[in-house]
Every structure is written in structure tokens, then in C-alpha cells.
């Protein structure tokens, strides 16, 4: 009795009680308790800072007070741990693991099981330290679908939760401003960027250039070395399986692979009828029109080809495949069939109006006052417009000085394309958009490193718990009685 005396003294002198509620406890300091005593001790100890509320229990329980629950004597129990750190704390039974909320929160931050529903933390997340979060997500109490960025004021912060939950979501300027290396790395091979160095990314950049590193395919995840060796199989004879070729950031790994010595079959799947179309270009600024128009014959009619209600190429790829054809029949004055060509794909882009407009200018003149057909930058090996053909120009009349045929058609080229500087050019457009027959710049992730949530950079301390320990100390005055536990 002598130490419930000298705890209830403490209390009488720390706590802001009422005069009633103080006379009831002093009172019991000399005498028999009174039977509203437990009630007064409720009032006192509502009345403390939550530590100093833990301290008051724990002194007035191990001193012997008879009104508070089972459960509530084990509460105080692990409360009571002077330097709380997740996974540090002790639970003196299995059933400690239900009760209010703020006590299951806290606990759960500790690493022990209980169950918190979303509804429940959720409120609770924009004022925790930070470092709580982490561990909150560790523990996997907190996941994206509780989106704790949402609910941080702090935009570092913000982008910080993001990296650890859906590091997908961040740009590249994210991985830059958390000076996350992996990150920016990543995005750097899916960018189409050559990457220096010998980690998987170089490898992979290389991969993508037509260099298959003998230790790519160990550097993989097992999960993706399947996916490698379709790739690798493919590139024997031209053919990949659907899902490969349907994804536009292979094609330019697949084209660097595969090298078809001749005609391809552009009915084989937008791919091929893509790299036919590429290869036809190619062919052209080679000066190789024979085959180029070979290529082009057999795009026209694939691109007339319908699959499950859809055209086997793009309407973009469809008009360059018409342009293409349309600017080679010039060659044989099949100036009818250029026209009709291009007026199929005329909604397509304005430069497919200029070309009818400059086929149909030709066709009225004799075929005797008819200049030469072909773009000028395209008998260089340039694309249409490029700057600085001077250069290129020079290049070829060494490489070509004892070659007659190739050099008066080198020249004329330069004749027309000088004219054309002062008079202002009106060249036939090839290619109507140049991106449509280059290979996709960007990579497909599906053989990149799977991308891993940002490592957390913190560690939490006993004082970041401070704000759920104070919440769950209050649920502890609920656990009071009016009645002692064994009477």
C-alpha cells in the first residue's frame, strides 16, 4: 500500500487535477481508498503529456494497482520501452496484436503483424516522419495503393516515395534530381542513347547496334534469357514470333541483326513490310533504283492488305509506300500511275499534294523539255534538303573520278541543286517524313534490368516514433476500471 501511496503522491503533484478529484487522492494517501478513487486516477492521468502518462501507469501498475485490464498492464509493458526502433520492441503475447487503431498502427511500425486497414493508416501518413514511412513500407504496411506521396507537403519527398513505390512513374530529370544512377541509366538505354561502360546497359546498347557481347545473355535475369534467344533465332532466317515484331522498340535491334541480301516479303507483318520499305529507301540514295522499284512494287500491294479489319501498315508507312513508288514510276514516264498513286494517300500529308502538283506540272510538258526525274539530293545519297551537299558532293567526284556515267550524273546533281539554291528548289519530296523510315529511337524495356524501387535512404530513430507511441498511450485510459481485477 506504502508504493501505490507514494505513485498516487507523484501523481497528485505532477498532474493538473481538479480540487474534487485532488482531495478524493489525498484522501486515499491517508486513509482508506475512497470508491470513486479510480475514477479521480482516470481524471489525473487524462490530464499528462503522453510519455509522462506511460511513466504514471507503469510506476502505479508496478506498484500494485489493481484497475486497469490484463491487457492493458501489457500494453503499458511495451510502451514503456524507453528507445522504441521497428523490430526492437517485444510483444508479451499474441493477443496484444488487436485494439484501437492508434495501438495497431503503432505497433505495426514496430514490425509486429497487426493488421491496419488503408483507411486507418491513411490519415495518419502526412504528418509521420519520413523515416517511419520507410519502414511503414518496408513492413508493407504502406504500398502504392495507399499513394503516401500524395499525401507528403514536401516535394522531395513526394518524388522520394514515388522512387520507392512506382519508380516506373519518375522522368529522367527525377533520377537526376535524386542522383539515382540506376535509374538514369535506365532511362538512357530506352532513350536509344550508345552508352559507354561494360554493365549490362552497355551491352545491351551495343546488342542493339548488331554487337551480341558473348556475356549479354548471362547478364540477363534468367526470366528474360528466353526472350534473347527468340531474338537470336529469328535473326538466322527473318522471322520472329508476333510478339517481337509487334513491338517498335525492337525493330531497330531486329534490322541490325538481320541484313537480307535481297528482296524482302513485306506480307510477312508491319515489321517486314517497315524494313522493306527502309531497304527500298536505301536502295534509292544507293542509286540502285532496279531493285528499289522491285521493293516498291511488292510494298504497294502488301499495303493494300487488310488483317482483322485493319490495314497491314500504318497510314503514315502506306503513303511513304505510294510516294515511293510514285517518284520511281517517273523513271519509265508512268507519270498516270504516279498521279493515281498518290491521290490514294493525298489526306495523308501536304507534301503528297505538292508532289501531284509537280507530277502533273511534268506531264503537261513535251517529253523532250522534261528536266531529269530524280531528286538531286537523293542522286547524292542525301536525304531531301540536307544541308552542306557541297561536301558530300566532293567526296563523291574523288570517289567516282573514274567513272564517267556516275560522275555526269554527280555533277548534274550539283548543277541543279546550285540552281536551286538561287532560284528556290521545287524537288519531288522523298521521304514525306523522314522518321517513318527510320528505326524507332526507343528501345523496348522488355530485356532492360528489371527496374528495381530506389533503395531507402533513411533510418528511423526512437524519437520518430514518438507521435504514434503518444497516440496509442492514449487509448491506454480506456483500459481503466472502476473495479479492481480480482476483488
Do not use: C
Request: proline share 8%; glycine share 6%; aromatic share 6%.
Amino acid at each position: 500500500m506504502t508504493r501505490i501511496r507514494r505513485a498516487l503522491s507523484t501523481l497528485l503533484e505532477e498532474g493538473k487535477v481538479s480540487a474534487d478529484d485532488a482531495a478524493i487522492i489525498r484522501a486515499a494517501l491517508t486513509g482508506p481508498p475512497p470508491r470513486v478513487l479510480p475514477v479521480a486516477v482516470k481524471a489525473a492521468l487524462a490530464t499528462l503529456a503522453p510519455a509522462r502518462l506511460i511513466a504514471h501507469l507503469d510506476r502505479l501498475l508496478q506498484a500494485g494497482m489493481p484497475w486497469m485490464s490484463e491487457t492493458g498492464m501489457r500494453r503499458v509493458q511495451v510502451l514503456a520501452a524507453e528507445h522504441p526502433r521497428a523490430g526492437e520492441v517485444s510483444l508479451p503475447g499474441a493477443d496484444l496484436l488487436d485494439g484501437p487503431a492508434e495501438w495497431r498502427i503503432y505497433l505495426a511500425a514496430l514490425g509486429h503483424p497487426a493488421r491496419v486497414r488503408p483507411d486507418e493508416i491513411t490519415p495518419v501518413l502526412p504528418r509521420l516522419p519520413l523515416a517511419v514511412v520507410d519502414d511503414l513500407i518496408d513492413l508493407g504496411v504502406v504500398g502504392r495503393d495507399e499513394e503516401p506521396w500524395n499525401m507528403r507537403g514536401d516535394a522531395g519527398e513526394r518524388l522520394y516515395l514515388r522512387a520507392r513505390l512506382i519508380p516506373r512513374s519518375l522522368s529522367r530529370d527525377d533520377a537526376r534530381r535524386l542522383g539515382w544512377a540506376e535509374l538514369d541509366r535506365w532511362h538512357a538505354f530506352l532513350a536509344g542513347e550508345d552508352l559507354d561502360g561494360d554493365d549490362v546497359y552497355a551491352m545491351l546498347a551495343r546488342f542493339w547496334q548488331g554487337h551480341a557481347d558473348i556475356r549479354l545473355r548471362a547478364s540477363l535475369p534468367p526470366e528474360q534469357r528466353p526472350l534473347f534467344d527468340e531474338i537470336m533465332r529469328g535473326a538466322q532466317t527473318g522471322h520472329w514470333p508476333a510478339h517481337i515484331t509487334a513491338e517498335r522498340g525492337f525493330w531497330a535491334l531486329l534490322m541490325a541483326l538481320w541484313s537480307p541480301a535481297g528482296l524482302i516479303n513485306p506480307k510477312a507483318g508491319e515489321f517486314h513490310a517497315w524494313r522493306a520499305a527502309h531497304q527500298a529507301y536505301r536502295w534509292i540514295l544507293a542509286r540502285d533504283l532496279r531493285k528499289a522499284r522491285e521493293q516498291a512494287e511488292l510494298l504497294v500491294d502488301a499495303a493494300r492488305q487488310v488483317r482483322g479489319g485493319r490495314h497491314l501498315v500504318s497510314r503514315q508507312l502506306r503513303a511513304e509506300i505510294h510516294n515511293m513508288a510514285a517518284y520511281l514510276a517517273q523513271e519509265t514516264e508512268e507519270l498516270d500511275r504516279a498521279i493515281r498513286l498518290l491521290d490514294e494517300v493525298a489526306d495523308v500529308y501536304p507534301e503528297v499534294t505538292e508532289n501531284i502538283r509537280r507530277l502533273k506540272e511534268r506531264r503537261s510538258l513535251p517529253r523532250n523539255r522534261r528536266e531529269y526525274w530524280e531528286n538531286p539530293y537523293l542522286m547524292l545519297g542525301l536525304p531531301h534538303g540536307a544541308p552542306g551537299w557541297e561536301a558530300t558532293w566532293r567526296r563523291l567526284r574523288k570517289e567516282f573520278d573514274d567513272d564517267l556515267d556516275r560522275l555526269t550524273m554527280i555533277n548534274e546533281a550539283k548543277r541543279r541543286l546550285t540552281h536551286a539554291d538561287r532560284q528556290g528548289a521545287d524537288f519531288y519530296v522523298l521521304p514525306l517524313e523522314e522518321k517513318n523510315l527510320q528505326a524507332p529511337r526507343r528501345r523496348s524495356p522488355r530485356l532492360a534490368p528489371p527496374l528495381e524501387p530506389l533503395p531507402r535512404r533513411t533510418q528511423s530513430e526512437p524519437r520518430d516514433f514518438r507521435m504514434l507511441r503518444n497516440a496509442a498511450a492514449r487509448t491506454l485510459l480506456d483500459e481503466l476500471r472502476h473495479e479492481p481485477r480480482n476483488p
